[in-house]
């Protein structure tokens, strides 16, 4: 497994924008997929965007489609969320993932995958 460590959270308005980033150590960083999970107050945690090892194939929910993009520098070991047309229901805590099948980071139900602590994002006026 890596340790993986968000950063990038605040508290901005609707409309702005945020970028994560995501670092990771302690394994090969390149050989994994990465990918981004949310949960807001009272909710469960939810998928939102994903790419595979190399950074060629990329996966968004509906909610973020359009606003939201994933990428990963495998020369910093980080992946990056960066994030425009903020919305109030955009708020929450954000966790990264990380694991060597894609599958797993996409459905977030692995024992295989690493997570982050969190960083949290709010989107408020």
């Known amino acids: 497994q890596v340790q993986l460590v968000e950063s990038g959270g605040g508290l901005v308005r609707p409309g702005e924008s945020l970028r994560l980033s995501c670092t990771a150590s302690g394994r090969t960083f390149s050989s994994y997929a990465m990918g981004w999970f949310r949960q807001a107050p009272g909710k469960d945690r939810e998928f939102v965007a994903a790419?595979?090892?190399?950074?060629?194939?990329?996966l968004y929910s509906d909610s973020v489609k359009g606003r939201f993009t994933i990428s990963k520098d495998n020369g910093e070991s980080t992946v990056y969320l960066q994030m425009n047309s903020l919305k109030p229901e955009d708020t929450g805590i954000y966790y990264c993932n990380a694991d060597q099948i894609y599958r797993s980071v996409v459905t977030g139900s692995s024992r295989t995958t690493s997570w982050g602590q969190g960083t949290q994002v709010t989107v408020s006026s």
């Open positions: 790419t595979t090892w190399a950074g060629g194939s990329t």
